[in-house]
Each structure stands twice: as C-alpha cells, then as structure tokens.
C-alpha cells in the first residue's frame, strides 16, 4: 500500500522525523519497506521558487509559430515575461510558474534565457514536469488563486510515499485513514474525523435496489445522481492518485478510486441510463450467463458468481469488474454510485476462477467492514457534487442489519502474562481506546474494522503486544542444557557440502516449479502464478544449466554451480520426493567426473563407473554410477564445452564408508605391476577394475586403469587397457613368486569373462 504523507497529514499531524516512523510502524503495524520522496526538492528553499501566476497576456511568439509570449502576475511588482510552448490556456488562466534558479524534478535547474529573441523569465508548469501526473502536452490551469502565492501551498508538489506491506488479517490497513488512525495510536495524536459529509440533496427520487442473496451481499447503498459533468479530475485529485499508485481515468471514476483510498471501502460508478431496469439486483449468475467486463473479455459466468444486475441482465462481477454496457464515458450525465459489502470467500473464490485480480476484489476478499459502506458513499457524493458539479437526487441503503461488535473478555493480567512486560490496566484500556476499543465492564467491544481478525481475548492481548514491542528487552534466552548431535545424513550432506565448495563451486537456489515442457513432471499445479512455475520438477539440471546461462551472460568466468534439493518423481496420491546434489562446471566430461570421483573419496566411498544415455548429455560422453549420471552436456543445451552431474544423496550415502574404523596401518612394501589387455570395443574399463578385484583377493591393495590405446595392429573395434596392479600382505613381504599366482588368475578371469589377450 502506497501512503502519500501528504494526504495522511489531512488526519494526522506528522511532526516526527519519518524515518523513526517507519521504525516504528514496521514494529507495531506493518514493515514500511520504502520511504520514497517525490516531486519537487525543498533543498535550499527551492519550493519558494514555486509560485501562483496569473496570465495577464498571451499571444503569438513574433518569432516562432508554435510557441506564446506571455506576461504573467506572480504578485510582484511587475508581471514577468515567459515564453511557452503549450496552446491549453490564455489570459486570465491560473496557472503554476517556475522562476529561474528553481530545480525540476529531473535535475533541470531554470535561468533566464532568450528564446527566438524573446526573453523568458521563468517556466509554466505542466503536470509531469513537477510530478503531479502524467500530463506533458498542456500545462497546469488552475483555479482561480492570489498570485504569488507559494505554488507548494495548493499542490502537493514536494511529498514523500511511505510503501507499507499490509498483511491478511489487516484490510483497514489498506487506506490512508486506517494508517492515519495506527500513527494516532502510536504516537498519541488526535485522529481527524472520517473524511465525508453528506451535501444538501437537490431532490428525493425513489431507488429501487433488491438484494437476493444476503448472505453474499450483506449490504447494499446506492446514490443517484443527476446532471454529472465528465471530465478530467482537478490537479490535487490525480496527483494523489497517482502518489497511491492509481492511474487518473475521469472525474467519476477517479472519486471512486479516492474513496476507496481513502477509507479502505471500494465503490462503483455505473451509467444510469444504460440500466435497462432501471433498478439493481443482487443476485448468484444464472446457469451459461455471460458478462463483457470493462477489460473487454467476455466471461463464462459460474452459479457461485455473484451479480450486480438492472432486473433484466447482470451488469458487474460483484466487487470485482463492472461491465462494459455501463462503463462511464464523456456523454454520461446520471451515475448511480454503488457503496456496498461484500462476502469475501465467494468474491476470493469467484477472482481466483477468473483470474481476475482488482484493487476493489484485493480488499474485499480480505473482508472489509460493513459499517464503512456508508460513510464511502458520504464522501464520494460529497466530491461528486463538489468536483462534477452533480445534483444528488436518491439514496437507499438495503441490509438486513448490520453486524454486532464483538465482545470480549478481557483480564490486563493475562496481558501481563503472556507479553512479560507490566502494563498497568488504565494504560492497557488507554492504548485500546486510542484503537477503537470501548471498554464495557470485565469485556471490551473490538471496533468493527477488527471484528474479523480480533475475536478472542488472546488477540486483545496482542494488540497491547504490539505496541510494547519497543519496550522489550535485547537478551539472549537462557540455555539450561543442549542435547542431540546431527545425524549421519545431515554430517554427510555437510562434508559434501564442504567438498563442493573446496573444489571452487557456488551453492545456488532454484525454484522447485519449472514450465510445463520436457523436463517437466506429472505434478502439475491447478492454479499457477505464472507460466514459468507451473510444475514440479522431476531433475534440477535444467535449473542449474539455466542459471549457468544467465552468468555466461552476465560475463562471469569460471562458473561452477551446484544445489542440494528436493525432485518430485511419479508416485500415487503423492509425489515420491528425493534429495539430489547437482552440480555443472566449465570443462567438460574429464572435469565433471573427477568432481565425482572427488565427492566420492569426501563420503569415503569407491566409485564405480560405467556407459550412460542420457538425452542431456553428449552421445558418448555419459556415465553413470549407482547413484546417478556424470557426463559432457549436450552441445545443443549451452553454448561452450560444460561437465555436469546429478546424484541422489540417499544412495550417494549408501556407499559411504562412514563412520570410518580403524585398520592397522601395513608396514609391508607394495609389489607393483602392470597388464595390459586387449578386449572388445565394447567393454568397459571398469568392468574390467571390478572383475580383477574379484579375482585377486584381498591382497590386491590398488587397481586403477592408466591408460587406454587404440591403433592399426590392435585391429578393428579392439583396445587395449592398461591397468595398475599393487599387491600387499598385512602379515609378510611379499615376492614375485607370491604375486605370480594372483596374476595369473586375473588373467585367466579377464580372459574368460571378457574374451581378454594379455599383451606383450
């Protein structure tokens, strides 16, 4: 929510720095995540150079035809000359006027120039030039005014917007006064009344207004008015609009976005004489009904949709969207200004089918209060007439009753308790009144825009909580004993943490939502926020190969990532989650392996690799081993040569050797050999580790390929690997003779497995 300081000063007197404000609105209200100032610099006195003008003559430039010779009053002792650019005005208009040495908003600071020959002494303003809109083709006319007076004392023209974040259970946060009325609280400060009078009604024609569905639709006011003149809103009106975060429409429909603003109650406006019924109904959409809302698309109604309808057809989504038959234009001249309540489930689950989110749908799903309907339409009927020259001619107010406060017990011990700090009573029941609390014996009355949220004595005591929040001691809690240590998984996902980080990777975070494509799984949401998250992912390597993408084209160098998370394969009623480490790294096949390798002897476990496919991954270039597949990335998935692997942690923890147990150190010396065999294009080079471990025995200590060789002499599809033997006896020295017979069986087992020639 976007808070103009400017409008909260209409009910607050703001005298403390703003800066210790938000502080304290985020401890007690709600985080103020900004404080941005806008419009003009008051650096310097540089307001002062703002002034109130009165053209007192404007004509043709002699020497330009697109530009006006004015001389204009600022309430000095002669009128000035400037020259413009703008056709919008002429004698007698009002109008805002930069001296020269004033400095714009975007750093332009004015002089005294000459233009086509002609001295300009000053600037007329437009609107986007000080920030008060969007505006740039014509300037400012204003009402009429004293000349010379300080331009900053009728506009707005240097302010400061305070973004608070408003949480759920706080719609009343969601306009300036329900801020204004927390800034009163906090800081002890009287609270201006609710903003709104009722304006003496020009006539007393009857309004026909029938509510179907009460439940739905608690309360229904409706104001009708006459003889509406359309037009753009005055300048104070946009520029507060625009402060708020709202775009400025017309006079009508900028009043109802005003009060809405205002006091946290959303109103619409329809054209009265495009009601074909001339009255309006409540009721649930009929079964096939359709409704062209005022964004121009046709929507398929549902029977839980809520209608405003004339008696004949439905002319709104109730609290949502209006329709586009009774949107108001330049010929509208009767509105019938609707300031209703609504349920706020039906209207939330009506939003979320159609996707249709609305600054009005935003607050009444969240529950606004029934007894401020009332009070928006005084204030709107109050500008209607006052800034479009309306004649308020009806009003009716249909509701079946209006809901009881809530009472509540309320014992200022139980807010001693549960806070930890004493707060005597008197000043207990003082900072609840100050809240809109009324104090009935034993019980307090919650104020109706908290009768959602505050219905327990529990919630009571959180509002006194709040408000003492700065009074709470900074302390450590006291630590009376410490028990557990970390699990197995936990110490080995942390070593393999450490391992990856020590070999030079980055630790990233992804989402666990992808698009719907070829990586996507069978878990799909029913309601995505967005195209780009809309399934559960079944691998993390395309999120790490997308983040590696955006790093490339950040210009990083040396990128290498990996993330730890969670992959949701096919299961039953539920996804069948499992935890997988990730990892992508410049360098291709031989370097990603060996980060592999290296995870590995971390977790103090053996690899074992064999061939791999994987449509990711080069042809060729893949492998895998029981906990997952390491490979070169296909050319066609990022540009440049890229190693990556994925391994799920559950089997990755099945092969390690942790805890590690004592083994006698050997005090024998190592016999070293070396085989080389040729075998079939085919097998694999760890098949062949893996049957000469078997065949030797427990005195084979190390067997490790080193080299593999192809060539004319070898033949077609032939190769020779190469392998290092190491032989050791924890009990004796070892011979040639001793490892003679290990050898040989080695052989032999190579030979008969794997078709194997020892070569020479």
């Not at 009053?73 to 004033?102: H, K, M, S, Y």
């Not at 649930?284 to 005022?294: Q, Y």
């Not at 004595?457 to 909580?465: H, L, P, Q, Y």
Request: aromatic letters at 6%; charged letters at 25%.
């Amino acid at each position: 929510m976007l808070i103009p300081v400017s409008w909260l000063r209409d009910y607050v007197a703001l005298e403390m720095p703003l800066a210790e404000l938000g502080e304290r609105l985020s401890v007690a209200t709600g985080v103020v995540a900004a404080i941005e100032a806008r419009g003009v610099s008051d650096e310097g006195g540089n307001l002062d150079l703002f002034r109130v003008g009165k053209v007192l003559e404007a004509v043709k430039h002699p020497n330009a035809d697109r530009l006006q010779l004015c001389k204009v009053d600022l309430g000095e002792a002669e009128a000035r000359q400037i020259v413009c650019g703008a056709w919008n005005f002429g004698a007698g208009a009002t109008v805002g006027v930069a001296l020269p040495g004033a400095v714009l908003p975007n750093g332009l600071e004015l002089d005294e120039r000459m233009v086509r020959g002609e001295s300009s002494n000053g600037m007329i303003l437009s609107e986007e030039e000080v920030q008060l809109g969007s505006d740039h083709a014509g300037i400012m006319v204003l009402p009429e005014l004293v000349p010379g007076t300080p331009l900053a004392d009728v506009l707005p023209l240097a302010d400061h917007v305070l973004d608070v974040e408003v949480t759920g259970n706080r719609p009343d946060l969601l306009s300036i006064y329900g801020v204004a009325r927390e800034i009163a609280a906090l800081y002890e400060l009287e609270l201006a009344p609710p903003p709104g009078i009722d304006p003496a009604r020009a006539d007393e024609e009857s309004l026909s207004i029938a509510i179907d569905d009460l439940a739905g639709c608690p309360r229904y006011v409706g104001c009708l008015f006459r003889e509406v003149t359309v037009a753009p809103s005055p300048v104070w009106l946009r520029a507060r609009l625009l402060a708020a975060g709202m775009r400025p429409i017309s006079n009508v429909v900028d009043i109802t976005n005003y009060a809405m603003l205002a006091l946290g109650s959303p109103l619409h406006a329809f054209d009265w004489s495009t009601l074909r019924g001339g009255r309006i109904v409540v009721r649930r959409a009929e079964a096939g009904e359709t409704l062209r809302t005022l964004d121009g698309v046709d929507r398929r109604l549902d029977p839980s949709d809520l209608m405003i309808t004339d008696g004949e057809r439905s002319v709104a989504l109730a609290a949502i969207m209006g329709g586009e038959e009774t949107e108001i234009g330049e010929a509208t001249t009767d509105v019938l200004l609707e300031a209703a309540n609504f349920e706020p489930f039906g209207i939330f689950r009506t939003s979320e089918r159609l996707r249709l989110r609305t600054e009005g749908s935003n607050r009444w799903e969240k529950g606004v209060d029934p007894h401020l309907a009332g009070q928006a339409a005084k204030l709107a009927t109050q500008l209607l007439v006052e800034v479009a020259g309306a004649r308020w001619v009806g009003e009716a107010d249909v509701h079946a009753g209006l809901p009881e406060r809530p009472s509540i017990v309320y014992r200022p011990e139980r807010a001693d308790a549960a806070i930890g700090l004493p707060t005597p009573p008197a000043e207990q029941y003082g900072l609840l009144a100050r809240l809109g609390f009324d104090r009935d014996g034993e019980r307090v009355l919650a104020p109706t825009w908290r009768a959602r949220d505050v219905t327990r004595e529990i919630d009571v005591v959180e509002e006194v909580a709040r408000f003492r929040l700065d009074d709470v001691p900074f302390t450590l809690p006291t630590r009376r004993a410490m028990f557990g240590t970390l699990s197995r998984a936990q110490q080995l996902r942390r070593r393999l943490e450490d391992a990856l980080v020590g070999l030079g990777f980055s630790e990233t975070y992804t989402p666990s939502l992808r698009p719907a494509g070829t990586d996507s799984g069978p878990w799909s949401l029913p309601e995505p926020i967005s195209v780009e998250l809309t399934v559960l992912r079944t691998s993390l390597l395309p999120s790490l190969v997308e983040a590696a993408r955006r790093n490339v084209d950040a210009g990083a160098e040396r990128i290498a990532l990996f993330e730890i998370a969670r992959v949701y394969l096919a299961g039953d009623d539920l996804p069948d989650e499992h935890v997988r480490v990730a990892g992508i790294v410049e360098g291709g096949f031989g370097r990603a392996k060996g980060v592999v390798e290296a995870v590995y002897r971390a977790l103090k476990a053996e690899p074992s690799f064999e061939r791999g496919e994987d449509e990711r991954f080069h042809p060729g270039k893949t492998a895998r081993t029981a906990a997952g597949l390491v490979g070169e990335l296909h050319p066609a998935a990022l540009e440049g040569t890229w190693g990556a692997f994925e391994l799920d942690l559950e089997l990755l923890f099945a092969v390690s050797q942790e805890p590690v147990t004592f083994e006698d150190v050997v005090s024998f010396p190592l016999v070293r050999q070396d085989i080389a065999v040729a075998v079939a294009e085919e097998v694999e080079a760890g098949a062949l580790v893996a049957a000469v471990r078997e065949a030797a025995g427990p005195e084979l200590r190390e067997a490790r390929v080193f080299d593999v060789y192809r060539g004319e002499q070898l033949g077609s599809g032939i190769k020779s690997v190469a392998i290092r033997l190491a032989f050791q006896s924890p009990e004796r020295t070892l011979t040639d003779d001793d490892v003679a017979p290990l050898r040989e069986r080695i052989v032999a087992t190579l030979a008969e497995r794997f078709g194997a020639e020892l070569r020479a």
